[in-house]
Structures are given as structure tokens and as C-alpha cells.
């Protein structure tokens, strides 16, 4: 059976498409929504944006302080070093202005012996060397000792005067123990410093104050940011509750339409069904109508074939045509037909 919308249902239908096509808009707009929604974005919350400044700002000052007083001392320990290998320059530098001059002494000795003519391998050169090594021993002793030999000689020679070479020589070797136990002074003063040098990276070693500043200050940060972290959370569990309250009462107030909506659309569909209903009585009505008129044309093309038959024959006169048109309509209404269903049954008053 083919069913045909009428102009009613047409507009239906436009109407429900329209419904459906803003419906799908909508839910893509909401579904857009709820995407942002499903992702919080921590500068929408409310947070208290100053206290979380001022915990930051408090903690970064405090380990700034911490490491600061920590590069302080280092700082301090770093100038002390410095000024100390300032001084070992200056002491090396007169250590050598010390040898220069002794160096100096030790020319000096050598052209007095060119100049009075003393032989390396003479006696008296040996003399020489035993004073100066027996005024070495003097100044250092342990360092320098003289054998029991050395010991006899100089005892022969206590009672001998000195050449005019050796005591020249003397005088120079006198002058030259000066700059020596000087340099001895400053071998000892670089040997101190040093030591101090070695000692103070050693406790630094053990103390190393930067890196414990900088433990302190990791966990003052660390401290600092778990607290700034718990703000945060707390603020955001608290927009989450107030996002869950909204999506509710956005689901309610969707359920509320959707009921709505399901209850129009309900309505509509006893709507087409009972339109439906009556195109198929009409339809069945027209088919009922339809076969009585086939029948009623069928018995009116037998009765004008037997009327056509008889006038024929000749077994009724002019006049009897009449009659027999009436007895016609008389048996057409004992069998309830209508006039007006037999509109292609028409008696030509000429037959």
C-alpha cells in the first residue's frame, strides 16, 4: 500500500528535521563545551593568586639569603687564598733578588781569585772553602756538618792569620749569609703559606658551605612548592566540585527537555498514525465505491444489450420503451444503487 503525505504531514516531517538539525548543533556545541570543561586550566581558577606570590617570593628570599651568606663566606675564604698567593709572589720575587745578589758574591769571590792568582786545587783556596763551609754549618746547623778531618784542619789554622784573598773572600761570603738566611726566612713563610693554602681547601672539603646552602635552599623551594601545590589543589578541587554542581543541573535541565521533547514526539507519532488510519479508510472506501461502479456499468451494459435485444425482436412497441426504461430504474434501486455511482451508465433516449 503506497501512503501519500498530505500537506500536513509535510510539515511535519520539515518540522522535525529542522528539530533534529538544531538538536545536532546543539550537542556539538555542547559537546565543544564539555571538552573544555573536561580540561582545567589553572589561570581560570580563583585561586589566591597574591598568598601563592608571597609563599613563592618568601621561599625564593630565604634560599637567596641561605646561598648568599654561604658565597659570602666562601667569598671570603676565596680573597684569603688570594691575598696568600699575593704574598707568594712577593716572597719568591725577593727570594730571587736574594739569590741574585748571592750569585753576585759568588762573582765577585771568583774574580778576586783570578785577580790575586790563587789556583782551584791550592791550598790556600781550600782554607778558603773549609771557613765558608765551616760558617754554613754555623748558620744551619744539621744541614751542614764537618767531618773530624775538616774539625783538625781548622784547628791548625786558628792560629794563622788569613790572606788578604781570604779575607776578602770572607767579607763577601759574610755579606752573602745575610740574603741567605733571609731567603731562609722566606722559604719557611712560603712553606707556611702553603700549608695554610692546602689546610683551608681541605676544610673546605669537609665544610663545603655552598653545597650545604644549596641543600638548604633545594629544600626550602621543595618545601615552598609543596605548599604552593596543596593551595593549588585545594583550589582545584573546589572548582571541580563547582563544575560537577553545574554539569548536574545541566544534566537535569537536559532530562527535563529530552522528556519534553520524547512526549512531542510521541504526540506526533499518534498524530501519524491516526492520519495514517484515515488515508487507509479512505483508501479502502474509494475501493469499495470504485467496485460497485465497475458492477453497476456491468449490469447497465446487460440491461441496454437485453433492452437493444427486444427492441429488435419487436417485442415492444414505441411506447413500450418508455416502460421498460422504468422498470429498469425500479430494479436499479430494489438493488440500492445510486444515481449519482452510476455516472457512466447513460441510456441514449435514441436506442
Known sequence: MQIRANANENQVILTSSAARARAQERFGINAREQNKRNTIFMG??????????????????????????????????????????????????????????????EAQKEALRQQYGVELDSQE??????????????????????????????????????????????????????????????????????????????ERLKFHEMVKAQKKADKVMEAAGKEVIGMLTEEAKDHVDEEMEEKREEAEEKAEEKAEEEEKLENREEEREELENRIDEAHAKNEAQEELRREAEERSREDAVLLGDMMDAGMAGAGDVSNVKTDIKNMIHKMKLLEEDLKGSIVDDEV
Open 125 to 202: 783556596q781550600e782554607d778558603l772553602e773549609l771557613l765558608e763551609k765551616k760558617a754554613d754549618a754555623f748558620r744551619r746547623p744539621g744541614e751542614v756538618s764537618l767531618t773530624d778531618e775538616e774539625r783538625a784542619r781548622l784547628k791548625e789554622m786558628k792560629d794563622t792569620p788569613l790572606t788578604e784573598y781570604q779575607q776578602r773572600c770572607m767579607e763577601i761570603d759574610g755579606f752573602q749569609q745575610i740574603y741567605e738566611k733571609k731567603n731562609d726566612l722566606i722559604e719557611d713563610q712560603i712553606e707556611a703559606y702553603n700549608g695554610s693554602i692546602r689546610a683551608t681547601r681541605l
Open 44 to 105: 581560570n581558577l580563583n585561586v589566591k593568586k597574591d598568598a601563592v606570590k608571597q609563599r613563592k617570593q618568601y621561599a625564593q628570599q630565604k634560599a637567596l639569603k641561605m646561598i648568599g651568606d654561604a658565597w659570602n663566606v666562601d667569598r671570603k675564604i676565596d680573597q684569603n687564598i688570594q691575598d696568600i698567593r699575593d704574598k707568594l709572589v712577593l716572597l719568591h720575587e725577593e727570594r730571587d733578588a736574594n739569590l741574585e745578589v748571592i750569585a753576585e758574591g
